[in-house]
């Protein structure tokens, strides 16, 4: 039986042209872009071109892309290369652990959001009567995918506390926004490649002029020294051809599969009773649904749907055996019964009309199984 993904949040496939536009730096041209010698310049070039690329797309200057392995990796260096500035970071309780987790290691603050996951901007503006260095908010959230408008952010933080940097992790938000236009008020900029269909292991942080950021990777000084370590060429490669093929087909794929992703949920939530969606369609990505279901905990669900072939996630993990809410639920206020029957279908440039058809036949089977079984 055909596998139907709908994990596209967590990781896409590699796009086939982008996998022929990688290899030969895979095979032929593996010289260290540092070096040199003719087969470093080949590498280096490869690697300028891509930068160039990418600097275009989401309307940053080349010299402002940092090369990373990754979305974890970007957001700790934009959020951990202030840690020297005056004052606290701060970000949204809905955060990705990636943010999370260094604002909680450098003492920062957290702010409150709405039950629809959207910042509580009189919340902000309060803490931000207090010293600040950045504040990180993510422009797609990768459990429920709620938009959040950036620009009403960014004047917040110019009317309270102008200087104060704006970070966005964009990792979900680039399938689905023009980051050029959406992120025009960020400072720093976080991507990870495997999100959009480039291989994983690459990511960029991009950084506007005059941004002065301090290293956490020290060695070889690549980056301009903001990030040591040996190139990923043949994922540098991939990053930029990928990036270019999603923001020439962007407009059309979130047109396609909005309909696709109406068509399952108005097919689910017909059909299922005591399910409803955590944020409303009109403020949150065409590709991402978070669903709760009553009655019912998700870690069983997703066992039920992998038997059917039938990928997809859960909010909620399970951590020394007991279940834990998802964080991002708990933020929005929801309670810890309801929140344990999440279930987030995220689709992607992969996503074919007949894996929603085969969702639509499946989880409502599978629920109902869990609902009688109780």
Not at 34 to 56: L, N, V, W
């Amino acid at each position: 039986m055909r596998t139907t993904y709908l994990d596209c949040a967590a990781s896409t496939p590699i796009r086939p042209s982008v996998l022929e536009s990688m290899m030969p730096y895979l095979s032929d041209h593996y010289g260290n872009p540092s070096g040199a010698h003719r087969m470093a310049r080949k590498a280096r070039a490869a690697i300028d071109d891509s930068r160039e690329q990418i600097a275009e797309a989401i309307g940053f200057s080349p010299h402002g892309i940092v090369f990373t392995s990754g979305g974890t990796e970007s957001d700790n260096l934009g959020i951990r290369g202030f840690s020297d500035y005056p004052g606290v970071v701060m970000c949204p309780e809905t955060e990705h652990h990636a943010v999370l987790h260094p604002v909680e290691v450098l003492g920062g603050k957290k702010v409150r959001v709405t039950d629809e996951g959207q910042v509580d901007l009189d919340h902000l503006s309060e803490l931000l009567k207090s010293t600040t260095s950045l504040v990180s908010v993510m422009m797609v959230n990768n459990e429920s995918g709620a938009i959040c408008d950036l620009d009403k952010v960014a004047e917040v933080i110019e009317n309270v506390s102008p200087g104060t940097l704006l970070h966005t992790d964009a990792v979900q938000a680039v399938n689905w926004v023009d980051i050029k236009k959406a992120a025009a008020k960020a400072d720093l900029v976080s991507l990870s490649g495997h999100k959009f269909g480039a291989p994983k292991g690459v990511g960029v942080l991009a950084l506007r002029e005059g941004v002065a950021l301090q290293a956490q990777m020290l060695g070889g000084g690549q980056e301009a020294e903001r990030r040591s370590g040996t190139h990923n060429t043949a994922g540098i490669v991939a990053f930029g051809a990928a990036l270019v093929e999603l923001t020439l087909s962007r407009d059309s794929e979130i047109l396609r599969l909005t309909k696709e992703r109406d068509r399952l949920v108005d097919g689910l939530l017909a059909t299922i009773e005591r399910c409803a969606e955590t944020v409303p369609r009109s403020s949150r990505s065409a590709g991402i649904t978070q669903l709760v279901f009553e009655g019912i905990e998700s870690e069983a669900l997703l066992v039920l749907l992998e038997r059917d072939n039938v990928m997809a996630s859960a909010a909620a993990s399970c951590a020394s055996g007991a279940m834990e809410p998802s964080h991002v639920l708990a933020a929005m206020g929801m309670d810890r019964t309801a929140a344990a029957g999440s279930l987030r279908l995220s689709m992607g440039w992969c996503t074919e009309s007949a894996e929603i058809d085969v969702a639509l036949e499946v989880i409502p089977k599978a629920v109902e199984q869990l609902r009688a079984s109780l």
